[in-house]
Structures are given as structure tokens and as C-alpha cells.
């Protein structure tokens, strides 16, 4: 903190925000606030004459979640198990008033992450499904899978058939440990959620996120694309990271440097939980990116 407020070392992004907050700069000055500090930490000169619409159609032109023409696209939850579901009544097809979209387990997750895909493809065949209600032919779409392997089956085979470097054991009481596992050489690195207990209940400050995108091991024509916590504060953090108006298209410019023509790629990152709300990670920071990698295909 010191050496920010004495200039000699730029701030984070959620420490500028949370310093505008303490300074009392009006909501509507943020958003010039956060453009000079992307331009910032693109090297660009604070003065440059920055055309909106340009950027607007580069982030378009590359933006991972805009998928080829006339190919489908589903996304895929896990579901809440009955026994947690059991006691809302909105839950049973047979109440009155059943909510379908109760029986997701990451249904924040979802809805941004169905929103953006369909702005950015109107095109497109777009759908969502449970893990469990997916038909045979959904699999041969570009597969967005969401959730950690404990309640989305899915993600537990994807780690297996793709190959990952990443494991996730499953949160469970009897689990020795939560968090991802990397076989980095000869080395295993772990990484893992930070909680504190208060007041009698547990409290979540930093949760570990894993975002990959690569083959469709199903049809090697399409992709699959994974987001996932440990919690689902986490889940959320990973969906939102490269779509953010703010921490997006430098997270997007920051893959596209690393990761080239591969179409074989994921990283783990560090998103702080503050209040209940999750900061997403920004990728450029040091130290917030965790573990990277490629794999050509």
C-alpha cells in the first residue's frame, strides 16, 4: 500500500477501486478511472486518443467465447443433489410453483455465461442442459462445461479422457484436502481455497479457479471450454474473467500472447471472495495466475 500511494509501484486494479470507493469518487468517473488503468497495464501512453469502436470490433474479432458460424453451442451444469434440493418445495415438477433452473448447481455461472454467448453469437443454436439431462448429440456441440467434479459428473470425466495436468478431488467431509492438484515435472504442486471460520459459519476470502479450453474429444470439429471453482463463488469468478467489461479484454490480449494457434489450453488463478462478492481475477497481475500451460494438438 505504501509503495502505491507514494507512486512507486502501480496498484491492482481492486485496490484502485476499492481506493476510489475510500476517496469518494462519484460511480460515474470509475469506468475513466479503469480505462486509464487497462492503458496502463498495456503499456499504452495515458494521452493516447483511444477509438471505442475499434476496440469494440477487436475484442469481436478474437474473443474466445464468439464460435464458428451455424455450430451448436450447449452449456452444461451440474445438478444439486436431492438431498439439498429436497426442502424447496419449487424444486418438485409436481408443486405449482417448480422452477426449473433450481436444480442447477451453478445457475449464476449460467446465466451470465448463456447471455454472453448468445450476444456475441445471435446466430447460433445455444442451449443449456444439466450434466444429467444431455442427449447423445449435444456432445458433438461446442461443449461449455460448468462446475468443479463434485456435483458435474462431466468435469470429472473431462479431466480424465482429456488428459489435464489438473486434479480435483471431490469436496466431501472425508476429503484430506480441497483444492487443485498440477503434476508440474517431477513436482506436485497444490493450490487451494483460503476460509476462516466466524461467528460459527465458514467464510470464503479467496477461491481457486480453473478455466480450460480445448478439443472436443467427442468431435475434434468443435471445442469444450471449462469453468470451475471449488466454490461456487470460484465457478462464477472463472466464467466471468474473460468476459468483464473491465479485467476481460486484458485477460483475452494476455491468453492470445500466450497461448498462439494452440487449441490446447487452461490456467489456474487466484479470485479474492470480499463481502461475498468474488473480484475476478486479473490474469496480468503477478502472482494471481497460478499455473498456466499449452499443449499443441
Not at 500511494?5 to 475510500?22: E, T
Not at 445457475?107 to 455465461?113: E, F, G, R, T
Not at 513436482?187 to 481455497?193: L, S
Not at 467427442?218 to 471445442?223: E, I, L, P, S
Request: charged share 25%.
Amino acid at each position: 500500500m505504501a509503495g502505491v500511494l507514494s507512486g512507486q509501484r502501480r496498484p491492482r486494479r481492486d485496490l484502485m477501486l476499492a481506493l476510489l470507493d475510500v476517496f469518494g469518487v462519484p460511480d460515474t468517473h470509475i469506468g475513466s478511472w479503469a480505462s486509464a488503468w487497462e492503458r496502463v497495464v498495456a503499456g499504452q501512453p495515458d494521452e493516447i486518443d483511444v477509438d471505442s469502436d475499434s476496440i469494440s470490433e477487436a475484442a469481436d474479432e478474437y474473443d474466445i467465447w464468439r464460435f464458428p458460424e451455424n455450430e451448436p453451442v450447449i452449456i452444461t451444469c451440474g445438478q444439486i443433489p436431492d438431498v439439498m434440493s429436497s426442502h424447496v418445495s419449487a424444486t418438485d415438477p409436481r408443486d405449482p410453483d417448480y422452477v426449473e433452473l433450481l436444480k442447477y448447481a451453478d445457475p449464476d455461472a449460467l446465466v451470465h455465461l448463456f447471455g454472453h454467448i448468445r450476444a456475441l453469437n445471435p446466430a447460433h443454436d445455444v442451449k443449456y442442459s444439466t450434466a444429467d439431462d444431455m442427449q447423445p448429440a449435444d456432445y458433438s456441440s461446442h461443449l461449455v462445461v460448468i462446475g468443479g467434479s463434485d456435483f458435474n459428473l462431466l468435469t470429472r470425466d473431462m479431466f480424465s479422457t482429456l488428459q489435464l495436468p489438473v486434479k480435483m478431488p471431490l469436496r466431501s467431509p472425508e476429503a484430506e484436502w480441497l483444492g487443485f492438484e498440477v503434476v508440474d515435472g517431477d513436482e506436485i504442486r497444490r493450490f487451494a481455497p483460503i476460509l476462516d471460520d466466524a461467528y460459527g459459519s465458514q467464510i470464503l476470502h479467496e477461491d481457486v479457479v480453473l478455466f480450460f479450453r480445448g478439443v472436443n474429444p467427442v468431435d475434434r470439429r468443435r471445442t469444450i471450454t471449462i469453468c470451475a471453482g471449488l466454490y461456487a463463488r470460484g465457478t462464477l469468478a472463472a466464467a466471468q474473467c474473460l468476459t468483464d467489461p473491465l479485467v476481460g479484454p486484458a485477460n483475452q490480449a494476455y491468453l492470445r500472447t500466450k497461448v498462439g494457434d494452440n487449441r490446447h489450453f487452461g490456467f489456474i488463478a487466484r479470485a479474492f471472495v470480499i463481502n461475498g462478492r468474488v473480484a475476478l481475477p486479473d490474469l496480468t497481475i503477478p502472482g494471481l495466475c497460478l499455473y498456466e500451460w499449452t499443449r499443441p494438438e
